[in-house]
Each structure stands twice: as C-alpha cells, then as structure tokens.
C-alpha cells in the first residue's frame, strides 16, 4: 500500500563559507513545521552533499551561502543530481544573494531563492506547495 | 567601602519615584503603554525608570573610579580621546593582492589610521587557490593569499613599519603572521618594529565563526606558539585578537558575547601559563574584539562591563601585577547581521548609531560597516561613506570631548551592573563544565547561542522586534539602487597560473627541507614560528604548511548540530 510520508529536507552549506546562524535557524523551523530534516554541516563539496542527500533519500535540498561563491556552488549541486540520477530532488537557496544573480540560478535550475527579509513561514509554506513527499 | 550615594538621599529618591510612579499608574490604566514589554535587542528587560535606587550598592572607587584607574570602567587610558581618537581600521580585503592593496592606498589616503585585511575563504581554511576545496570562491569575500609573493605585492608601498595592521585570520593564522614577518624582513625591516593585531582566536571559530582546522586541543597549542614567540620576538604584536563579534553575529545575546568571549581569553591565558609564560610578560599585548549592535545603551553599557571584567579577572584570578595586564583595549566593528539588504541606505544610519555606542564605550579601534555590506564587498563609496561616519562622529558631533560621558547615568551604571552579573554567571558555569575546552567539546556555547538566535528570528516574524525597511515600513516598489561590486571570474585562472609559476620557480629542494623542519616542531613540541618564517621565505605555500598541521594533528569536523 503506498502511504505518504513526511517531507524529507536537507538544509546544507555548500563551500567554504562558515555563516551557519541562517542555516541552522532553517533547519529548526523546517523540524517545527514536522519535516524530516537532516542537516549536512559546514564544509561539504557539491558532490559531498549529493552523495549525502541520495543516501538520506530526500525530497528537497535547501543550500545556504553567504560568501559569494553561490553561482558556482549552487548549479554544481544541481549538475552533480542529474549526473547521479537524481534530478527529481528539487534545489532552493538562500543567503547574501544579489538580486540580479537570482535569474542566472533559476535559469541553471534553482527552483527558488530566499534572500534576507523571508520570514520562516514563507519558505515553510513555499516547501509545503512545491515539495511533494516520495511515496513509499 | 564607600557607597555613591548616601542612605538620606537614596530615602528622598524612593519617595519622590514612588510618588512619580503612582501617577503614571494612573495614566496607563486609562492610556497603556505602547509596548507590554520594553526589551533590548537581546530580549533584556527594560525598566520604565532608572533611578540611585538601582545603582545604591554602588561603590564609586571600586566599581567606576577614574579613566586608566582600574577597574577601568570609564577607559583603559587616563587621556582616552582627548589625547588621540581610535585607529579608524577599516576591514579591506577584494579580488587579488594587487586589487587590495590598491584599496588600501585608497584608505590611507582618504584619512585611515591603520590597516585591516579580509581574506577570502580558501586562505582563511588554509586552503591554496588551485585546491579542489577552493573551487569558485577565490578573492570572493576577501584576498587570496597563497604565497609570501602575494603578500608582498598586499603591502607593496604602504608603511608597514610605522602603520599597524590587523589581519582577520584563524586556523592558519601562525603561517599567515609568518608569511607577514617574512616579507617584512625581505624588505628590510625588523621584526621587532612591527605592529598589528592576527585574529588567532580559534575558540570562537569552534563557537561561531565556523572556520576551522586541527581539533581544539592543537589549535590552542598552535595560538599559544604564537603568543610565545611574539612575547619574545615581536613585542609590538597582538598576537590574539579575542573576538566576540562572531558570536554576536552568529545569533547571541549581549551577556552571551561577554561571557563566552572572556571565558575564551581566561582558557587563553591558562594556557600560556601552563606554557610557563609570566602572565605580565604576555597579557598586556592580548586585545578583544567586540559588536556594536543595535541597541545603544545596552551595548554602551557592555563595553563598560567588559572592561570592569577583565580587570577583575586579570587581578583576582590571575594576580597579574602590570596595569597593562589588566587592561582590555578592543577593536570594534558594526553588527553586519543588523543591515538589511532591504531600503539599503538606511544602513549607513544603523551603523552611525552602532559607531556611537562603540565610542561611547571606550572602543580603541573601529570598522563601520558599508551600506552595501549586507549584498557585496563594498565599493569605495560606499567604504568611503563608512569612513566619514566615523570622522563625523569623532570631529563634528562633540562625542569625542569628554571621557565616558555616559558615565554615571543611573540606566546605564544599572546595566554595566547586570550585564557583569549575569556574565560572570556564565563563566561560572564554563568553569563548573571544566573550562572552555571542555565547554566547546560538550556544544555548550554553541547550543546557547543557536537558541537566542532562532528566538530573535521567530520574535522578527512575529513583528516583536522592529526592522524598518523588513517587517515594518516596508516598501513595496523598489528603491534606490545600489552598485555591487562584482569579482572578475578570470581572477581563479590568473591567481592559479602565478601559484603554480611559483612552485615550478622555487628551489624545491629547499622548501621540502623546510617543511620538513615545520613538520618536526609541531611533533616534537618545538615552537612552530621561526620554522614557518622559514619556510615562507623558501615560497612554501599556505596549504603545504597548513597540511603539515592537518597531517600531525588531524582535522576537525563540523559537528552540524542544529
């Protein structure tokens, strides 16, 4: 019988970059709205966090970077999905992101992008309407 | 003892304020107050009065007493800013060596006392430009550092000999001074002339700031070679800068950013002790780094506590004999995390308010942040505007006339109060833990901290706290435009190809051989300095002696709690 299960999110920090406070405030609201959530750390390759989000089978992965190497972090994760069959894990990303990056990230299949000033409820809600939950 | 205020004044006070309160009563019961809890940023309850009541346990000459008098509350130095104003040091770090030190020149030039260097995140992991681990983030939020020829060419025409610099670096912080000692003397000045600050503060980094290397225990002993060697070899260097910017940046309350901070610099001085440093030898060149956030009086009142702190500390703890010892001088830099990306011209009023308060506090040195710092590096405008934020607060507003002239004011003297009070109530806890160390293996601090900043950012949503511009006075058209400064991607290929020229140049043989001898210093306990100048003068890079530390003393993993 196929049964719905929970949203199952990863919250990860691509890079070098060690601003975790956005990241781990992510991770708790998205636990406190009943995702499943796992949390990849700090420090993790593109191909780390691939690696990670595959075998944790999540539905979403959620990157955060506020050190200015998003346009070439973010699309790695999203290259490194299709190249390991997992394309259907949708990608968002938040942190100091200018606004004229934003489209050359959708464009490179970034689904969504949070910029300081979203409030928890906001990407909750945006996760709750575009993420739907593997059935088992 | 001596209290401030005399027992038939405090009475007089009690009555006039009991009366007034009555009165006020009265009025609320009718018209309420505007908010039912007045709170700082940090969540602090705020009273509606200060008055000699809540200071009456004041003791004027043990607790305030005169500016360069311990417990030094009003100032470290008897002429504070009537004899010379802070170091205005504003943090600069862009693209290449070269791109740098041309905005250094700029800063000089435009009035900038002293110099403070950003690098970028490969050079602050101890990474070189050309490591798979650096991939898309070279010269992105600071320099790329990955030779002494980059160094050079970061200081190239700039008078490192009688301007003092400051450079933001952790785990590779002994390589990145050696490198700076190295091109010093490469140019002929003597080590012993040179003045400037190195982070080198890694218990923060394991607490907030997140950039890390070895395991706690080798990064003590790393930092405690320096303090060695500079006590010894370098005496005008502050060889830590003990930072609590981090920890406020990384979510925490004021109280939090004291404790944790002073708890770090008393696990600091334990340390060179147990080295078998004498604590007068070393303690006068410490220096502390703090936040100026966005509550004025609370962060005033901070500072005046911090500096009553560590003179307490110093003297009871450590019996450190030396004024100097018992003296906390700070830089201090603008709460970056208080700027908003939205309406973004109001950050240039927020960070004068936060400016004001660090000089209210005493500050010895300060960065103002720039409009822009919450999108990009800052352009020169925009740094510029920064700059002149402070030399209108210093020149044209009256701030810098008198000294502390906060001072004695009943809400700030009750503030400094508690803040002291409930800080040492955690640093009591840290000892009770067994001391920072064992405090930061157990995730304490950064549990604490992870907690009040998810309880700011939920008071945020739920409209508790203000943020003009985000959740109230928003504007829905988009406003001015701002110019973000943007890193030439050819930048990657240019540095790669100069740091690959450089180990095909160098004398191999020479640098293994140094490497060698770093390798040996960090197995057999020998102090690691005098062989990384050595080694930087024989090109090695940042990364091969920053792999020396990882292969001896292993590496540390984020933990990723949440």
Request: aromatic share 8%; charged share 25%.
């Amino acid at each position: 019988m196929e049964r719905n299960r929970r949203i199952r999110v990863m919250v990860a920090k691509p890079g070098l970059d060690g601003h975790d406070r956005g990241a781990r405030i992510i991770a708790r609201a998205f636990r406190d709205a009943g995702f499943e959530v796992v949390y990849s750390g700090l420090h993790q390759t593109p191909e780390e966090i691939v690696h990670a989000a595959i075998q944790e089978d999540v539905d979403m992965i959620g990157l955060s970077s506020l050190a200015g190497a998003h346009l070439y972090l973010f699309p790695a994760v999203v290259d490194s999905l299709k190249e390991n069959d997992a394309g259907d894990i949708q990608v968002i990303g938040g942190g100091i992101i200018p606004e004229e990056d934003i489209p050359k990230l959708k464009a490179a299949g970034i689904r969504e992008i949070f910029t300081p000033g979203s409030t928890l409820e906001d990407i909750v809600e945006w996760v709750r309407g575009n993420v739907n939950p593997k059935t088992s | 003892m001596s209290l401030t205020y005399n027992r038939e004044m405090l009475e007089e006070a009690r009555e006039a304020y009991d009366r007034w309160n009555r009165e006020v009563e009265e009025t609320f019961e009718k018209h309420p107050e505007r908010l039912k809890r007045f709170s700082t940023v940090s969540d602090m309850e705020i009273q509606r009065i200060y008055t000699p009541a809540d200071v009456q346990d004041q003791d004027f000459n043990r607790d305030i007493g005169a500016p360069g008098q311990y417990p030094f509350t009003r100032g470290v130095q008897p002429t504070m800013y009537r004899g010379r104003l802070w170091t205005m040091r504003m943090f600069a770090g862009l693209g290449s060596a070269g791109d740098t030190n041309t905005r250094f020149h700029h800063l000089v030039k435009a009035g900038q006392t002293g110099l403070s260097t950003a690098f970028d995140m490969p050079t602050l992991m101890g990474y070189d430009t050309d490591s798979p681990r650096a991939r898309g983030e070279c010269g992105k939020c600071g320099v790329a550092i990955d030779t002494v020829r980059d160094m050079e060419d970061l200081f190239e025409g700039l008078p490192i000999n009688r301007i003092t610099t400051s450079m933001t670096i952790n785990p590779p912080a002994p390589v990145i001074w050696g490198m700076y000692i190295a091109m010093a003397e490469l140019r002929g000045i003597d080590r012993r002339k040179l003045g400037g600050t190195i982070q080198n503060d890694m218990l923060k980094e394991f607490i907030a700031q997140k950039t890390f290397m070895c395991p706690p225990k080798p990064s003590l002993r790393l930092i405690t070679d320096t303090v060695e060697f500079g006590t010894k070899e370098v005496p005008r260097w502050n060889t830590i800068s003990i930072s609590g910017y981090h920890i406020r940046e990384a979510g925490s309350t004021a109280v939090q950013e004291l404790a944790f901070t002073l708890g770090d610099g008393i696990a600091y001085v334990e340390a060179a002790l147990n080295r078998g440093l004498d604590v007068d030898d070393f303690a006068p060149r410490l220096s502390f780094f703090f936040n100026s956030h966005l509550d004025f009086f609370e962060e005033t009142a901070k500072f005046r506590a911090a500096r009553r702190m560590w003179a307490r500390i110093m003297e009871e703890r450590f019996h450190a004999k030396n004024q100097r010892s018992l003296w906390l001088r700070f830089h201090t830099q603008t709460a970056g995390c208080s700027l908003t990306a939205q309406q973004p011209y109001n950050n240039i009023v927020r960070t004068a308010l936060q400016a004001l308060a660090a000089v209210m506090g005493g500050t010895q040195s300060l960065h103002t942040n720039s409009l822009d710092e919450v999108l990009a590096i800052p352009t020169e405008e925009a740094a510029t505007i920064a700059l002149r934020t402070q030399q209108i607060i210093a020149e044209e507003c009256g701030a810098a006339n008198s000294i502390d002239p906060l001072g004695g004011s009943y809400m700030v003297e009750a503030l400094t109060d508690r803040l002291e009070d409930e800080a040492f109530e955690i640093i009591n806890k840290i000892d009770d833990m067994g001391g920072m160390l064992s405090a930061i293996e157990k995730n304490f601090p950064q549990q604490e901290i992870a907690d009040a900043a998810y309880r700011y950012q939920q008071q945020i949503d739920r409209k508790e706290k203000t943020v003009v511009g985000v959740n109230k006075y928003a504007n829905d058209e988009e406003s001015l435009p701002v110019e973000i400064l943007q890193i030439d991607e050819e930048l990657e290929r240019l540095q790669i190809e100069r740091t690959v020229r450089i180990r095909n140049d160098r004398d191999n043989q020479k640098t293994r051989e140094c490497l060698e001898k770093l390798e040996e210093a960090c197995v057999e306990g020998h102090n690691v300095m005098p062989p990384i100048i050595e080694a930087a003068k024989a090109y090695a890079t940042l990364q091969e002696m920053c792999d020396v530390f990882r292969k001896v003393f292993g590496e540390y993993r984020d933990p990723g709690i949440y």
